[in-house]
């Protein structure tokens, strides 16, 4: 369901398309909708560095503590691609969330699409010319790769499968991967074979391209080389479809455990299961697993219900793991078995706020709080094996804010902290 609103603007009225809750688009209604993007005042707009390179013109703005991404595009494909990341936002899929669109504005201008801004995301060419590049292309690849799966299980062909229309996401030291423009995206019950091999062509095409244009520039390593990174796409692609897919065959004395490895692979490999199917006959017993293509949740629900932290998979998973750990100390320590819940409590306030508070103003931004959060724990480790005892949380802290997080760069702070961080704000 949608709402409109009218934009009264040079001679003709405009009409805001938006999803609810609408309050997300009053503070968008004084924008000078009625002018091209590109003449729009610098004042009005953010300026965010780790974004992509964009075939459109593309601007940010600022309201009430959110940043939405402005993207001018032909109507038919604006309407287009807003349906489809609605639905797509409404499955839980791996996509930017979509607000509205602008039509109907004067002078046969094109409409402009609007998207909330992925927080804590970066485009390709922003994790090779950090200072931070520590992700590699094949880790890149691979986390491209799983995106394509997830989306062809759900009956989606990309079309336009590139870096370029990826943003990337820290998450616990790895990557999280989301489709940004869905211009040539079509919609199927399911994809035949030739759909998905033709969409893993395209996507080798394009990476290959963008990963020669990198090098052109200098940002890619010496010892990357573009067409044989690229040349690994689709292997990798065949490899982790088969394995989210395949269906089992064993002896029916071996269900129990063959179900259970099954099940921990999956979710091993960042996908959560749906609807199980075990045909048994004298023969053997057959399993079917229907893999969810939602984006992994597990943690991260078990995270939200113990703490009401929203994060993502793999930062929800090491999160859980320190509540155990926690856990285990305070019942060491008070002499008796607590609650999950309470220990979680407890964890919250004694353990995670304090590590999110100890951040500078000047440093916030920088990393998501949970991604913060994990890279403490990693310094931690690293300090006490130096030390040769357990430094503590408290103090691995303050090393971390002291040392570490200051070589973030300044420009890879989330717009939307970046937005209240100006002298204007």
């Excluded at 300026?47 to 402005?70: D, K, M, N, Y």
């Excluded at 201008?109 to 520590?134: D, G, H, K, N």
């Excluded at 820290?170 to 759909?195: C, K, M, W």
Aim: include cysteine; charged fraction near 25%; proline fraction near 6%.
């Amino acid at each position: 369901m949608s709402s409109t609103a009218p934009f009264t603007g040079g001679s003709a009225d405009m009409r805001f398309l938006f999803r609810p809750p609408a309050a997300e688009a009053t503070g968008l209604l004084s924008l000078p909708w009625d002018r091209p993007l590109a003449e729009w005042d610098p004042s009005r707009l953010l300026e965010v560095p780790q974004r992509g390179i964009s075939r459109h013109v593309v601007r940010f703005v600022a309201t009430g503590g959110r940043v939405f991404a402005l993207k001018e595009i032909n109507e038919r494909l604006a309407r287009h691609e807003y349906a489809l990341l609605t639905r797509f936002e409404e499955e839980g899929l791996p996509t930017v969330s979509v607000l509205g669109i602008c039509v109907d504005r004067s002078e046969d201008q094109e409409a402009i699409l609007v998207t909330r801004y992925l927080e804590y995301s970066m485009s390709y060419r922003w994790l090779f010319s950090s200072p931070r590049a520590e992700h590699s292309a094949e880790q890149l690849l691979d986390t491209m790769v799983e995106l394509l799966v997830r989306l062809h299980l759900a009956g989606i062909f990309w079309g336009d499968c590139s870096l370029s229309n990826t943003l990337f996401r820290p998450d616990a030291g790895a990557l999280a991967a989301y489709l940004v423009d869905a211009e040539t995206v079509e919609r199927h019950p399911s994809l035949s074979p030739g759909q998905r091999a033709y969409d893993v062509d395209l996507a080798r095409e394009r990476v290959g391209a963008e990963l020669l244009d990198l090098q052109y520039g200098g940002l890619l390593p010496e010892s990357i080389d573009p067409v044989d990174v690229a040349a690994g796409l689709p292997p990798r692609y065949e490899a982790l479809w088969e394995e989210v897919t395949a269906e089992q065959v064993f002896g029916v004395d071996e269900q129990q455990w063959r179900i259970t490895e099954r099940l921990r692979r999956l979710n091993d490999l960042g996908f959560d299961v749906g609807e199980v199917e075990l045909i048994t006959s004298p023969e053997g017993a057959k399993l079917r697993v229907e893999t969810r293509v939602a984006e992994p949740g597990q943690h991260r629900r078990e995270l939200l219900r113990l703490t009401g932290l929203e994060v993502q998979e793999r930062q929800a998973r090491r999160l859980l793991n320190d509540i155990v750990a926690f856990r285990a100390h305070l019942e060491q320590k008070v002499g008796h078995p607590v609650s999950e819940s309470f220990a979680a409590h407890r964890w919250l306030a004694e353990v995670y706020q304090p590590v999110v508070a100890a951040i500078p103003r000047e440093l916030a931004g920088r990393l998501a709080p949970a991604e913060v959060f994990h890279e403490v724990l990693e310094h931690r480790w690293f300090l006490s094996e130096k030390a040769r005892r357990d430094v503590g949380t408290a103090e691995a802290t303050k090393s971390y804010v002291a040392h570490v997080l200051p070589q973030t760069p300044k420009e890879i702070t989330t717009p939307s902290v970046r937005a209240e961080l100006r002298p204007d704000a």
